[in-house]
């Protein structure tokens, strides 16, 4: 299946907001790194910024982002601590709880985030386009195939116990 047809594609504003001292951290693809959000060097954005950021693109548990301008790649399930908004960073919501797991889609995209890379368009600074991922083929098999492969990835790389 196609991406667009598997999972809600979205992605963060694209304009700058004004950044303030304190208020909502503004996600962007330098703070996905090794699967997990680095807050060290954030911004922070209005509430207002927040809420209009949030209209399109509110990122819930279990989302994934997914770098798609500079360093492009760098998955990440989002498990929040925080409210906060994202800039120019892909957003993969489930549409149906019935097809697919998450974690199964995050160890697609470590696999093939360096061919995305190769097809990434841009002089100064490459990126991909939301349409590039919406139309990007995954292999979608049964969920519960999907839940042995993700036990089975896990296993083999984190070293975790099956259970």
């Known amino acids: 299946m196609r991406l667009g047809e598997h999972l809600d594609v979205r992605d963060g504003t694209h ?3 004004k950044y303030v001292k ?3 951290p503004l996600i962007t693809s330098k703070n996905l790194d090794n699967g ?3 807050t060290d060097d954030i911004q922070f954005i ?3 910024d927040h809420v209009a950021i949030s209209t399109r693109s509110r990122v819930d548990d279990g989302d994934i982002l ?3 301008i500079g360093s492009i790649g760098n998955p990440v399930i989002v498990n929040k601590k925080f409210d906060f908004s994202i800039k120019n960073v892909a957003l993969f919501k489930k549409i149906d709880s019935n097809l697919n797991d998450m974690k199964y889609i995050f160890y697609f995209f470590i696999f093939i985030q360096e061919k995305i890379k190769k097809y990434a368009l841009g002089g100064v600074q490459s990126f991909v386009s939301l349409t ?3 139309n990007y083929l995954v292999p979608i098999p049964p969920l519960d ?3 042995r492969i993700v036990k089975k990835i896990e296993k083999l790389l ?3 116990p099956n259970n």
């Open 145 to 147: 195939e999907q839940k």
């Open 36 to 38: 997990k959000l680095n």
């Open 158 to 160: 984190l070293n975790i």
């Open 46 to 48: 209005s509430e207002a």
């Open 132 to 134: 590039f991922l919406r």
């Open 22 to 24: 304190n208020g909502y």
């Open 66 to 68: 997914f770098a798609m």
């Open 15 to 17: 304009d700058t907001p």
